[in-house]
T-cell receptor
Framework: AQKVTQAQTEISVVEKEDVTLDCVYE???????LFWYKQPPSGELVFLIR??????QNEISGRYSWNFQKSTSSFNFTITASQVVDSAVYFC??????????????FGGGTRLMVKP | DSGVTQTPKHLITATGQRVTLRCSPR?????VYWYQQSLDQGLQFLIQ???????AKGNILERFSAQQFPDLHSELNLSSLELGDSALYFC??????????????FGPGTRLTVL
């Protein structure tokens, strides 16, 4: 069965600190996709990034960067120079094909990030 | 704004009752997914429909059912409600169905409180 583990349930940092959110996954598939979503206090789920299993290049988008390491089954997310607006719950997710007809996301438990001024 | 709409935003009801949650996907999307977010279980996939047909099923209780209508909107029906059904229910949509890794766009959610 597919599984996503986010061991850090809660992280608290002071504004401008860098912070890394860990994500470890388990899958028997050779082709898969990983995602990160952000859930701000307002509650909606906001898509941040999608990465497929064949692309191990790190990605940077502004203050956000992602480190995908297949060898350790990890897909970590780093926020550089954190800001109060980054306070949210962050979810890592793994995409599963179901019976070759449908698909679903398996989510980790989420990491609550609190950025204090 | 993802383009996925869900109604109602909040719902308060009593144990034993039945409720219907509604979702309209983004324009052009044929797949609709339902997820439940609760304190106990986290974010869990419930069910997926594609162009009116059920395509994938997760840990959805027998008391719960869903359908997708010809206009592609979807409804999630929850019956014989229990306190533990209190949760945030998300609907998501995507263009296709079986493509691994297709991006799912999430609606704002319906918060269900069972008293």
């Amino acid at each position: 069965a597919q599984k996503v583990t986010q061991a850090q349930t809660e992280i608290s940092v002071v504004e401008k600190e860098d912070v890394t959110l860990d994500c470890v996954y388990e899958t028997r598939d050779t082709t898969y996709y990983l995602f990160w979503y952000k859930q701000p206090p307002s509650g909606e789920l906001v898509f941040l990034i999608r990465r497929n299993s064949f692309d191990e290049q790190n990605e940077i988008s502004g203050r956000y960067s992602w480190n995908f390491q297949k060898s350790t089954s990890s897909f970590n997310f780093t926020i550089t120079a954190s800001q109060v607006v980054d306070s949210a719950v962050y979810f890592c997710a793994l995409s599963d094909l179901v019976n070759n007809a449908g698909n679903m996301l398996t989510f980790g438990g989420g990491t609550r990030l609190m950025v204090k001024p | 704004d993802s383009g996925v709409t869900q109604t109602p935003k909040h719902l308060i009801t009593a144990t034993g009752q039945r409720v219907t949650l509604r979702c309209s996907p983004r324009s052009g999307d044929l797949s609709v997914y339902w997820y439940q977010q609760s304190l106990d279980q986290g974010l869990q996939f419930l069910i997926q429909y594609y162009n009116g047909e059920e395509r994938a099923k997760g840990n959805i209780l027998e008391r719960f059912s869903a359908q997708q209508f010809p206009d592609l909107h979807s409804e999630l029906n929850l019956s014989s409600l229990e306190l533990g059904d209190s949760a945030l229910y998300f609907c998501a949509s995507s263009v296709d169905s079986g493509a691994l890794g297709n991006e799912q766009f999430f609606g704002p959610g319906t918060r269900l409180t069972v008293l």
